[in-house]
């Protein structure tokens, strides 16, 4: 049949989409003739328009950005946090088609779990030479450790994910199995939230399969684990931290599912049993969902180099006290090398033939396998059987078409040497599916990850999944490391979609909880901690920055000797140590001016310099990453904005632009300030929050009192001037004591006035509110008291004596006894710091002893 | 040979340690030739919980969580156990060293499966062609097994030397086989990745030495502390031991606490401390004949 392009009505968007001969693609048929499920959809696209595609893609993708989702890419120069590429058109997935996947995903899961399980019990399938036993016991992936564990009541695979490619055929083909930690789900879902407030109408129009269902069923299968108290588990999720590249998904998830997030450092393992050592004391873990490789699970009988896991787990598992998820040693079955014998297994063990493929594979550690692999070197991709083993990182497949000579000759001879350690797979030429790129729907390839979650006695298949594009459309291989995007899958349904939201089912009364359920891990209170400090530092900073600025620009421009000498005396407050100014005087008031002004900008942008406003926010940034989990999403939209004097050409921003960046850095540290103040339940977390904020500020104003006010000059206001500004009470003064500076209402507003915010006094109040109802928690019992004393002590002399007298001048130019008293306090608040941190951040190092 | 055995780890640490994990292998197997009467494990200060299991291969596993401030641990193995003197196998008879390579790729049964376990790279072991061509020498073409490991046993006896100070516990197989010098521990673990280069099945047996010989005979090296050595597997005999550090095959003066693949399979004492302390760490071994 031959169909000619021109006659055809595709839909606009459509219109000359190019189609790969020998490929299949996923929305048309032919040229110009879309599947009908597309058609529908592609039309109604075009009737919105690409005009309004482009502006609410343009909203969709902002949003994106302010709700941080990022996946790490190792050794990119963007690094950490890049933006998380998701393009608008979705994966259609037809009902039908849906079914039968359905039916071979939920029997592969049956499959893998039942292989599992022998093979961490009995072992039959040794002893029936059903699988040879160079594929288990010269794995590395099989841990001794996990033989015998009790999971007899529990699957080994609680969620596992699957890759799927689609042959020219239109045949779904698995490529590999994700058994160890799955990723994924969580972007999947994000993906989907994304697209259905993007598009709502058609998401309604075209009965998309929820996705709620999925992980609400999950989630209770989760509760449902816990092995000793059935009333009120707790579940967690043990992520890697902050560095692992799929990060955001395990914050994400925690949220999501209500568990809480925590890093190995934050469980501990007594009586054989797991911990969470929170604010409030060690509370009891039920269930571990863990995005932690099971190797690197328990240091004692796992990999004795991790430091990511929990000492004892492996132990507290035996002992049947807690469940982990996916059960250690689940890992072992992601080897490529199992998928030969997937068929035979599935009608031994099942008594039922295989309904979904996996990719042709050959298994090298037998002689004919391997002699195939060597033969059709050409047409297949040479994969590790093994995961990587100790130090040594694993290699990456490689085509075998595409080798030279001299590095063909040496894969061959490794496959030789070592053959069990190789696999040989079939290339499949994947699929396309159409982008949306630069205003027109273009060809990519696409590999499917679908999910499958333990449920009762089976698994349930999320009906959705995270499609993965590639690139370019020659490009072979799709991942996310690789720089490919990311696709929302629409699984079609022939009947009318029930929403589902997660909340508890109905009908259970829920045990009334005040206070607080604060399983707030001890090491997130610390970060939590500096980021009140940090946010506390970058205000102050760009308050100082700012008063300088302006006074270098438009009216203030030209200035007088004692101006300057003003303006220097608050520039030497930031007591920077990295200041690029030179110590001689320079020659010119011109060049004073703009070497001042190149220092300012530096101070606001340069990230490699530790004190800048940059490298400030990005160590509040870093602060928030480490506690995602716990702060709301309103908070983290605002923290996603710390990131406002990010730029990589700050030697040419302009004054007014530099000014612009500092009065937005000053609008979001106010914004999160309102929040902490309005949306924050008074629990020990805001406490920590508090402390460090009122640390902070007391610091830097003990700082500026003892560079302006404690040294006498003859012409004082502009400087008494400056700083009210900084502490922002200029109006408060004004309005009692008009245009009049001196030194001893200044101070006496800013140092003893406990109504002023900005008053020092007000902060040692608040400072020690904070504290006294922290030491009153159960875990408050190692307070540093002694620190909290000297602290109290300090202030009351200062505040104690009289303003007037302390303001008197003294001898030698100095107000000498303002000084020691400032002195004193000065020194207490950062030891009171450090006490608190010592105390609640625990990251003493594990040691080993042999 | 009847044996006291008292294994005592004293541990002082520099600082308090707050919280601690340990796994410990220190009581002996019960094997045909080797009987346990009884053996315990005491622990000072007392922890609140103590458990044991079998492992993967047989030994027992202690462990135990110190959940107490402490600056010092002592954890002590009292045994008292018989081992039986048999004869030397008959090394000339046993099968060609092929046909037990061979072998391996037979139906799987207990016994295959078994010695399957012990054929492949482990986590300290990695066999090499290197060192395959070192062993080969031992194994020219269809001599019997156990002949060809004795003269293995005697090469590596003869080409390396023992040496307190040349390596770690840490030491990678390679780094012995070059400097050629090293403990107990290094030996046996050239020896297995010798035997596995080949293809054969090794493993590592963690025991003890009798302190005091026999009238008339030489102190054997590795008496006073946990002593290491290899096991062949041969298909008619079972596995049968090999002593590299001592050229001997070990009889009733060779104490069996644990195997497995190689010295991470039975580390005797392995902890994990709280608290950062650094410590000194005092092995005494004392292995009393008594009847």
Known sequence: MSISPDTLDAPLLAAGYSHTDGVYDEMSAAPGVLRPHWDALIGSMSALGADELVRRWKIARQRIRENGVTYNVYGDPLGMDRPWNLDSIPLLIPPSEWDSLEAGLIQRARLLNHILADLYGPQQLLRGGLLPPALVFANPGFWRACHGMPTAVHPYLHLLAVDLARSPDGQWWVLADRTQAPSGAGYALENRTV?????????????????ASFFRSFRDHLLNLSPT????????????????????EHSYLARYLGFTLVQGADLTVRDSRVFLQTLDGLKPVDVILRRVDDSFCDPIELRSDSFLGVAGLVEAVRAGNVVVANALGSGLIESPAFMPFLPHLCQQLLGERLKLPSVATWWCGQPNPLQYVLDNLDFLVVKPAFPAQGSTPGMEPVFGGKLRGDERSRLIARLRERPCDFAGQELVNLSTVPVWSQNTLTPRRVVLRVFLAASQDSWIAMPGGLARVSPALDTPVVSMQRGGGSKDTWVLSNLPVEAVTLQRPRGQPLELNRGEGTDLPSRAADHIFWLGRYAERGEHLARVLRCILIRLTGEFGAFGTSEWDSLMKLYDCLASPHSRLSEEDPQGHLDQWRDLEQEILSLIFEEQRSDSLNAVLSRAARAVAQVRASLSSDMLRVASQFGAAHTSAWGYASTGEALAVLNRCIGTLAALRGIEMENITRGAGWHFLGAGRRIERSIQLVGLFRAIIVPLSPRTWPTLEMLLEVADSGMTYRSRYFTELQAAPVLDLLMNEEANPRSLAFQIHDLLEHCRSL???????????????????????????????????GESGLRKSLDQLLAATGAALPALSDAITNVYFSHAEMERAT | MIYRVRHRTTYDYEDEVSVSHHVVRLTPRNLPVQRCWESYVAILPTPPVTSSHFDYFGNTLTSFTMQEPHDC????????????????????????WETVQESLA???????????QFVFDSQRVRSNAELAGYARESFPGGRPLLAAVLDLTRRIHQDFRFDKKATEVATPVQTFFEKRRGVCQDFAHLQIACLRSLGLPARYVSGYLRTMPPPGRPRLVGADASHAWCSAWCPVTGW???????NCVPSDGHITVAWGRDYSDVSPIYGLLLGGARHKLHVEVDVMPLA
Do not use: M
């Not at chain 1, 009333?231 to 955001?248: A, Q, S």
């Not at chain 1, 190692?782 to 104690?800: D, G, I, T, Y």
């Not at chain 2, 049968?240 to 001592?246: E, L, R």
């Open chain 1, 195 to 211: 697209l259905a407030e993007t598009f709502p109408d058609l998401f309604r129009e075209f009965q998309v399969q929820r996705l």
């Open chain 1, 229 to 248: 108290r059935h009333d009120n588990p707790r579940v967690v999720l043990l992520t890697p931290g902050p560095f692992n590249e799929t990060y955001f």
């Open chain 1, 775 to 809: 030491s009153g928690r159960p875990a408050g019992a190692a307070w540093p008291v002694s620190k909290q004393a000297h602290l109290e002590e300090a202030a009351a002399n200062l505040f104690r004596a009289d303003v007037r007298e302390l303001c008197e001048p």
């Open chain 2, 73 to 96: 641990l002592i954890v002590e193995a009292n045994s008292n156990l018989e081992v039986t003197a048999v004869a030397p196998p008959d090394f000339s008879g046993s099968p060609p």
């Open chain 2, 106 to 116: 037979g139906s799987p049964s207990d016994d295959i499966l078994n010695a399957l």
């Open chain 2, 240 to 246: 049968v031991d090999f002593d590299p550090t001592n």
